[in-house]
């Protein structure tokens, strides 16, 4: 079941009153468009003032921006509940994933397009990349990923160049456009992995280490 004020757990104003201005804004998007025109009639419609509008979105339709892109990561991770990680290869777990929050924000689909819309401009393409790198974190760690070195980061990193194309795909192409380009990204990824194994790519960083090294304390003959 989709998340709405009536069925949130029952948590402070905020919390509860977020939902609800979630709610109103995901009907009157496909209208007004993803803007502080919406902002301000979601917020109409749950009887807010100017002064607790500022106080609970502050940046507008920014913050509501995040509250979709929560909203649809959390109904991604309830979807994928039932689907077996541990028993699925890496790329079968990516693909699951991807494809489950692809789906979740298509239920919003209309609101979707116009938050997409809002996020590509230059404004706001910084929210987009942090929106985008907080769901590929969700998605790495369901998938199992455990890693805290530079993997940690650089997996992040290309998931969400990943996400960002893949979800607007779906909104405006649907959805087997979108899994066939995933489907291709990944397997894209993969070769590129298979082909990076066993290569040092640290040897010329040690190379320059040893020889600074050496001219620093000399070296034996």
């Known amino acids: 079941m989709t998340e709405t004020a009536e069925t949130a757990p029952k948590g402070d104003w905020a919390?509860?009153?977020?939902q609800a201005v979630l709610d109103a804004a995901i009907e009157r998007a496909p209208a007004l468009g993803w803007?502080?025109?919406?902002?301000r009639a979601a917020c109409e419609a749950c009887g807010l003032s100017l002064g607790d509008q500022e106080l609970l979105l502050p940046?507008?339709?920014?913050?509501?921006?995040v509250l979709?892109?929560?909203?649809?990561?959390?109904?991604?991770?309830?979807?994928?509940?039932?689907?077996?990680?541990?028993?699925m290869k890496i790329r079968e777990r990516i693909a699951a994933a991807v494809s489950a929050r692809m789906e979740a924000g298509a239920q919003d689909i209309e609101a979707a397009k116009r938050c997409a819309g809002?996020?590509?401009l230059p404004t706001n393409v910084d929210l987009g990349f942090k929106l985008a790198w907080g769901t590929a974190d969700h998605l790495w760690r369901?998938?199992?990923?455990?890693?805290?070195?530079?993997?940690?980061y650089s997996k992040r990193a290309i998931l969400g160049g990943i996400l960002i194309p893949?979800?607007?795909?779906?909104?405006?192409?649907?959805?087997?456009?979108?899994?066939?380009?995933?489907?291709?990204?990944?397997?894209?990824?993969?070769?590129?992995?298979?082909?990076?194994?066993?290569?040092?790519?640290?040897?010329?960083?040690?190379?320059?280490?040893?020889?600074?090294?050496?001219l620093r304390y000399g070296a034996k003959a």
């Open 35 to 39: 803007n502080a025109r919406l902002t």
């Open 118 to 120: 809002f996020l590509s």
């Open 15 to 18: 919390d509860r009153t977020e």
């Open 142 to 152: 369901w998938a199992g990923d455990t890693a805290t070195d530079q993997n940690h």
């Open 166 to 214: 893949a979800l607007t795909m779906r909104w405006f192409d649907g959805r087997e456009a979108a899994e066939a380009f995933v489907a291709r990204r990944i397997e894209n990824v993969m070769a590129f992995e298979k082909w990076k194994a066993g290569k040092d790519f640290d040897a010329p960083v040690r190379s320059i280490t040893e020889a600074l090294g050496r």
């Open 68 to 87: 979709l892109s929560r909203r649809h990561d959390a109904r991604a991770l309830k979807a994928l509940e039932a689907t077996p990680a541990s028993t």
């Open 59 to 65: 940046n507008g339709a920014r913050d509501l921006a």
